[in-house]
């Protein structure tokens, strides 16, 4: 690929406290600069719901710091590097994670912010996470499926270290349409490209190819020293193609099935004895507070399943794979705000049926 150089500042404004900030305003104690104003969560509790100000999105609801729940003796870390859905959180990244071996770095969809989001897990996880975590070691990513929000990522993924090593060598892996998806990205940025070969920057030291899978059901798509990944194909919402991959490693499998949908055999045979499977699902007890689906409580249903995984459906896919522990992210996970349950989800699956163990992850959360 041809060098781009690019400075990509990701900045998420969300005015959420703007009494709170008038009333900072007027106390000039309180805004002078020294840790504490470090410290505090401002916040003003909405009177209106919006995509921005749902109750998930609330510091007094969710705010926690990650957890390193993985066994020591255990090779094969998984790293939740976004936990977020497409509404706008600001303690969750977009949808991505990693598996790390040693010192070898897999991905998994590339959300919003994902940089951020590494860094992170980097800080929070010591020196061996740093370094599994560097451009120069992130070199395969497996998209699940094209939507926006596990692929939006992709630009600030291979642009950004640009600007602070000489590049990434990256090969994508995704459905049809994932390396069209490239072609267009790197596109997009030929004149950030041009400008930076000018400069100096020499394009080879940089290169990110992208791999359409195109097998009817499942298959391998990779295998190393570290791993074996196998596709098989889901179903969500009107897209074509959707795929879960299941990592096999030396000592674990897991398995991710990116965003959900109806009951799909091929999800089950994904998640045949699985030690860990990363996986969605939307509230049913609460969906009448979803802001998308309808303006009834069947419409939302009948809708919001078609994309995602029911409690119902989830636990019914798991106890069949034999599954033994879930990891919940991209939860959508709706109440209001007064009676939000941070486990909620976890609470709905369990009560479903699901009798493994089941944890609602955070970013920078490792198991
Ligand atoms: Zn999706
Ligand atoms: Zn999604």
Sequence with gaps: MESILLIVVLTLLIPIATAEDSKLEANPSVVDQDQSSYNNDPFNKPQHITPLTLPDSWPTNIHRNPINRSPPN??????????????????????????????????????EGIWRSIAKAALINGDGFSQALSPKKINTLFLTHLHQDHTVGIPSLILNPLNWIFGIKLKIY??????????????????????????????ANSG??????????????????????????????????????????????????????????????????????????????????????????????????????????????ANQAGVKKIVLAHEQNYNNGENYNALGLSDEVKAAGFAGEIFSAMDGDVY
């Design 74 to 111: 255990i090779k094969t870390k998984l790293v939740m590097l976004g936990t977020g859905m497409p509404s706008p959180n600001p303690y969750r990244g977009g949808p991505s994670h990693a598996v790390i071996i040693g010192d070898s770095t897999y991905l998994i969809d590339a959300g």
């Design 208 to 317: 990110t190819t992208g791999h359409d899978i195109v097998f009817p059901e499942n298959g391998l798509v990779y295998q190393d020293n570290n791993v074996k990944v196998e596709a098989f194909r889901t179903r969500h919402a009107s897209l074509q193609d959707s795929f879960a991959y299941r990592f096999t490693t030396t000592d674990r499998v897991i398995v991710f099935t990116g965003d959900g949908g109806p009951f799909h055999a091929n999800i089950v045979r994904a998640a045949k004895n699985a030690d860990i499977l990363v996986t969605e699902t939307v509230t049913e007890d609460n969906i009448r507070y979803a802001p998308w689906g309808g303006n009834t409580v069947e419409a939302k249903k009948k809708e919001i399943f078609r994309f995602h995984f029911s409690p119902t459906v989830l636990a019914r896919i």
């Design 174 to 203: 995704g459905p049809k349409g994932t390396k069209d998806m490239l072609d267009h990205i790197v596109s997009a940025w030929k004149i950030d490209a041009e400008a930076a070969i000018a400069d100096g920057y020499d394009p």
